[in-house]
């Protein structure tokens, strides 16, 4: 019985550690291939004692409209400008129908928020003069809507370092 028990706990630890591996290749795919999009963000208070130095991000997409009538889940169907800034185009259940153009981001909503992405930027305590200026939050999206938030941008859509 103690021979199986061991095994059974090896067996686990394998399996969790390849969910991990498969979960960090698909991001790292993500980083690599995905499409950049520009959200343009709504002003947050940017600190928190308990965590360090972050910002909370808001996105201005969704920061104008309700919860009422959107399912919990689903896309948000955005399309881009000339300089990769995403504007919303609307919210739907299933990948499909999807115009030429047209990109997806998955989002999920509660009674009060409509959340499409990254919440939160962590940075360096100390750093946040630097990303006071930011106005875009640049996510890489994927075909299927998964989104990975990359950095923030200022104004004149370059990257905040």
Same mark, same amino acid.
């Not at 019985?1 to 067996?11: A, E, G, P, Q």
């Given at each position: 019985? +103690?021979?199986? =028990?061991?095994?059974? %706990?090896? !067996?686990n630890l394998?399996?969790?550690?390849?969910? !991990?591996?498969?979960?960090?290749? =698909?991001k790292e795919d993500l980083l690599k291939?995905?499409?950049?999009?520009l959200l343009e963000l709504a002003p947050v208070d940017p600190r928190s004692l308990m965590q360090g130095d972050y910002m909370s991000l808001r996105y201005a997409i969704v920061n104008t409209i309700g919860t009422e009538g959107?399912? +919990?889940?689903?896309y948000c169907v955005v399309t881009l400008d000339k300089n990769g800034v995403a504007h919303r185009g609307r919210f739907q259940e299933n990948k499909t129908p999807l115009k030429a153009?047209?990109?997806?981001?998955n989002?999920?909503?509660?009674?009060?928020?409509?959340? %499409?992405g990254?919440?939160? !930027? !962590?940075?360096?305590?100390?750093?946040?003069?630097k990303y006071e200026t930011a106005a875009y939050g640049g996510i890489k999206i994927d075909?299927?809507?998964?989104?990975?938030?990359?950095?923030?941008?200022?104004?004149?859509?370059?990257k905040i370092n």
């Open positions: 019985m +103690k021979k199986y =028990k061991w095994l059974i %706990i090896l !067996f394998i399996l969790l550690l390849g969910y !991990f591996n498969y979960s960090v290749i =698909k291939n995905g499409q950049l999009i959107i399912l +919990k889940r689903g153009g047209e990109y997806l981001i989002y999920t909503s509660d009674d009060w928020n409509v959340n %499409i990254a919440e939160s !930027f !962590f940075f360096q305590e100390g750093h946040a003069k075909g299927n809507g998964n989104s990975l938030l990359i950095g923030l941008y200022d104004k004149n859509l370059k």
